[in-house]
């Protein structure tokens, strides 16, 4: 079959590589430079803990693709492995982890607990107030200005055409087949998955599939290198935005972190999101609460993207309910990457062979309309 992908982040680009890998015809068409959106935009965190439960076995399948990544695509995208490690600073957020590790169980998620004393042995730079944190030690990282363009390379070697630069003019569904006409030609197929990160919902639009989604920026820096002393990423259990940083440290030295600051709102048209300065000594303080040592560190650079946030954090993700041939899978409100792999390789089973071993219902694009009914 020929399949058109709009949107050339990791999404859009995985998919076109699982697609092509089973034998599709692939278009992908991105209005800019693949992996320039969301995806490069991104804080790399490859975790699964605090994960909505229904996300769970898609991040599964997600992982054991991350650590096939760098044989699969023949490049070092930098997974690492290294775990992810969650602070704690109060009961309320203890009870809230234990909770969460109990639900997650039957999901295949275990979390190790570890004591504040543990926490020093282990890792002695992070939090000195903690009184406990959890740990998932198959978790990481990876480099997200690596791993759309190599999925785009790795699909392209298998016959997939990758369009770069293409403003997408109209699109059209008659007699079982899409047309979608852009700034640099017309091309059809029998399917069309949108990708699109945080302009899904105005494709979605277009065949009459209503998504509550907000277009908004996060706020990200990295400081200059320091001494390598930081394996895990590192977050933080709590219910308080203001405290909600987080930060990994990679292996030329540099930190880098996130959280902390409210998200801003983005106008689609053009879609960039600018980091605000005067927010970045409270991302600091809240950043420094898990690691002291970065109040003496210097940011060298800031910067932000364009997310697709859905209403109930929940990305849209499957078969449309309007229009046969028509796949989704955007929305992923901040928390895809860890995802992205697994997104590809699932909506490629979907595509192709109409289902899917990973459960997918609580994505549903007509989750909305029902809710409304």
């Not at 697609?19 to 599709?24: F, P, Q, T, V, Y």
């Not at 689609?268 to 000594?281: E, Q, Y």
Request: net charge neutral; glycine share 10%.
């Amino acid at each position: 079959m020929d399949v058109i992908v709009l949107g050339g982040g990791l999404m859009g680009t995985a998919s076109a590589y699982f697609l092509a890998r089973r034998g599709a015809r692939v278009t992908l068409i991105e209005r800019n430079r693949i992996g320039t959106g969301a995806t490069v935009a991104s804080f790399g965190n490859i975790r699964r803990t605090g994960r909505h439960l229904s996300q769970l076995p898609l991040a599964h399948r997600s992982l054991r693709l991350w650590g096939e990544a760098e044989k699969m695509l023949g490049r070092d995208v930098e997974f690492r492995a290294t775990g992810h490690i969650r602070l704690i600073f109060d009961e309320d957020s203890l009870a809230d982890m234990r909770a969460y590790a109990k639900a997650a169980l039957p999901w295949g998620l275990e979390l190790e607990e570890l004591s504040p004393c543990e926490i020093r042995a282990r890792f002695p730079a992070l939090g000195p107030d903690a009184v406990a944190a959890s740990f998932s030690p198959q978790d990481g990282s990876g480099n997200p200005r690596l791993i759309a363009p190599a999925f785009a390379e790795a699909a392209r070697k298998l016959g997939a055409e990758i369009i770069e630069g293409a403003e997408v003019e109209k699109i059209t569904h008659a007699s079982s087949s899409f047309l979608v006409v852009s700034s640099k030609g017309a091309f059809a197929a029998d399917c069309l998955l949108n990708t699109a990160g945080a302009w899904g919902a105005r494709i979605a639009a277009q065949f009459g599939e209503a998504v509550p989604l907000d277009a908004r920026g996060p706020q990200m820096g990295v400081t200059e290198p320091l001494p390598h002393r930081i394996l895990p990423v590192v977050g933080i259990w709590t219910r308080n935005k203001d405290h909600g940083a987080y930060l990994r440290q990679v292996e030329r030295g540099n930190i880098v972190f996130g959280g902390a600051a409210e998200r801003v709102a983005v106008d689609l048209d053009p879609g960039h999101a600018a980091a605000d300065p005067m927010r970045l000594p409270t991302q600091l303080r809240a950043v420094a609460r898990l690691l002291p040592a970065i109040a003496q560190a210097t940011a060298i650079r800031t910067w932000s993207g364009c997310e697709g946030y859905v209403r109930d954090m929940l990305p849209v993700m499957g078969r449309s309910a309007t229009t046969p041939g028509l796949f989704h899978a955007f929305g992923f409100s901040g928390h895809g990457f860890q995802l992205g792999p697994g997104v590809g390789d699932a909506m490629a089973e979907l595509i192709t062979t109409d289902r899917c071993e990973t459960p997918l219902d609580d994505f549903r694009i007509d989750r909305f309309s029902r809710a409304a009914a």
